[in-house]
């Protein structure tokens, strides 16, 4: 199969080249139509193998996604490409691999959950990129540390990736290496990396800071989201009965008046039956958001019937209770409800 020769926005580094830090090889690299990615991602939720920290790095003729994985189920997503990095559904990447599946290949690497939440922001954080001289490329230390920066330095080497941990420009003592043998110094792996290939010629080399950050969000899977957008729409129903014809136009001057707050409120109110927007939302925004717009909401239902609120809330999210409970909603909320 041929390698595409997609470069990396901004760098000499093919797509088709990058390799990451790796801790234990679950599919070495591998045609892409030859896994079954429904039962990939099953297998970490009924399997006790395959429930480990780690990441897929999907090679498709255009890009590079990365698919993360906590405790073996799928968190979060990313892409990087000729025209940038960014973070994406778990839902797009997945469509993007199926679409691609006869060109694409596939790689699932178990990894430290540090390296993943490093490899995560190096797509989600505006990165700052750094010049690499190819024919004295160890300048680009003394030039960091004369610049004093902090933050995590991303070293690609021939598609190889590195993150090093920086403070004021000077390594930290952390840091992700791929391929570096055991034994082997930081400082003489890094030397290794600036050699001469096969070729004769300096490697492909990029470099980039971005800031150090250890959390590795979750997404709120498609399931959650249209959770919360029946609750939204429940709410509506319940306050109509109450007021016909004044629930959706107060509903819909609510959320106009939320979105600049709560982007996730953007796809609670999208109609039923409709397909709502491909958009990354942590499940805590969801709850947050659901909670401010049914606060309003009510408040104005209070207002005109004293006593309503509890009702409605009662009635329209019965079936969802327990989840809005874990969740923080009706503690936040000035209405008891009781059931």
């Given at each position: 199969?041929?390698?595409?020769?997609?470069?990396?926005?901004?760098?000499?580094?093919?797509?088709?080249?990058?390799?990451?830090?790796?801790?234990?090889?679950?599919?070495?690299?591998?045609?892409?139509?030859?896994?079954?990615?429904?039962?990939?991602?099953?297998?970490?939720?009924?399997?006790?193998?395959?429930?480990?920290?780690?990441?897929?790095?999907?090679?498709?003729?255009?890009?590079?996604?990365?698919?993360?994985?906590?405790?073996?189920?799928?968190?979060?997503?990313?892409?990087?490409?000729?025209?940038?990095?960014?973070?994406?559904?778990?839902?797009?990447?997945?469509?993007?691999?199926?679409?691609?599946?006869?060109?694409?290949?596939?790689?699932?690497?178990?990894?430290?959950?540090?390296?993943?939440?490093?490899?995560?922001?190096?797509?989600?954080?505006?990165?700052?990129?750094?010049?690499?001289?190819?024919?004295?490329?160890?300048?680009?230390?003394?030039?960091?540390?004369?610049?004093?920066?902090?933050?995590?330095?991303?070293?690609?080497?021939?598609?190889?990736?590195?993150?090093?941990?920086?403070?004021?420009?000077?390594?930290?003592?952390?840091?992700?290496?791929?391929?570096?043998?055991?034994?082997?110094?930081?400082?003489?792996?890094?030397?290794?990396?600036?050699?001469?290939?096969?070729?004769?010629?300096?490697?492909?080399?990029?470099?980039?800071?971005?800031?150090?950050?250890?959390?590795?969000?979750?997404?709120?899977?498609?399931?959650?989201?249209?959770?919360?957008?029946?609750?939204?729409?429940?709410?509506?129903?319940?306050?109509?009965r109450e007021f016909p014809g004044e629930a959706r136009r107060r509903a819909q001057r609510i959320t106009a008046g939320l979105a600049d707050t709560h982007r996730a409120i953007a796809l609670l109110s999208v109609p039923r039956g409709a397909e709502a927007p491909d958009a990354v939302v942590r499940p805590e925004e969801l709850s947050h958001a659901l909670t401010d717009w049914a606060l309003q909401l009510l408040e104005g239902v209070e207002v005109m019937m004293p006593g309503t609120a509890p009702e409605i809330l009662r009635e329209a999210t019965r079936e969802h209770r327990y989840l809005l409970q874990s969740a923080g909603f009706y503690g936040?909320?000035?209405?008891?409800?009781?059931?």
């Amino acid at each position: 199969m041929r390698a595409s020769a997609a470069r990396l926005m901004n760098s000499p580094v093919r797509l088709a080249d990058l390799e990451f830090p790796r801790a234990k090889g679950l599919i070495h690299r591998t045609r892409l139509a030859f896994i079954h990615l429904d039962n990939l991602l099953a297998w970490g939720k009924r399997d006790r193998d395959g429930r480990v920290d780690g990441y897929i790095a999907a090679y498709l003729p255009d890009e590079c996604l990365l698919l993360f994985f906590r405790n073996g189920e799928a968190v979060s997503a990313a892409s990087l490409h000729t025209a940038g990095r960014q973070v994406i559904t778990i839902t797009e990447a997945l469509r993007r691999m199926r679409l691609e599946a006869e060109r694409g290949e596939l790689a699932y690497w178990g990894a430290p959950m540090e390296q993943l939440a490093w490899m995560y922001h190096s797509c989600a954080a505006p990165a700052q990129p750094h010049s690499v001289d190819a024919a004295d490329p160890a300048t680009l230390f003394p030039t960091l540390q004369q610049e004093q920066v902090s933050g995590v330095l991303e070293l690609i080497a021939g598609g190889r990736v590195s993150y090093l941990r920086l403070e004021q420009g000077r390594y930290a003592g952390a840091g992700y290496y791929c391929d570096k043998p055991d034994g082997m110094s930081v400082s003489h792996y890094l030397e290794s990396l600036f050699r001469a290939g096969e070729s004769g010629g300096p490697p492909a080399l990029s470099a980039a800071m971005f800031p150090a950050v250890a959390d590795l969000p979750q997404q709120a899977p498609d399931a959650l989201v249209n959770t919360y957008r029946e609750i939204y729409w429940r709410i509506v129903d319940e306050v109509e009965r109450e007021f016909p014809g004044e629930a959706r136009r107060r509903a819909q001057r609510i959320t106009a008046g939320l979105a600049d707050t709560h982007r996730a409120i953007a796809l609670l109110s999208v109609p039923r039956g409709a397909e709502a927007p491909d958009a990354v939302v942590r499940p805590e925004e969801l709850s947050h958001a659901l909670t401010d717009w049914a606060l309003q909401l009510l408040e104005g239902v209070e207002v005109m019937m004293p006593g309503t609120a509890p009702e409605i809330l009662r009635e329209a999210t019965r079936e969802h209770r327990y989840l809005l409970q874990s969740a923080g909603f009706y503690g936040r909320l000035p209405w008891r409800v009781t059931w």
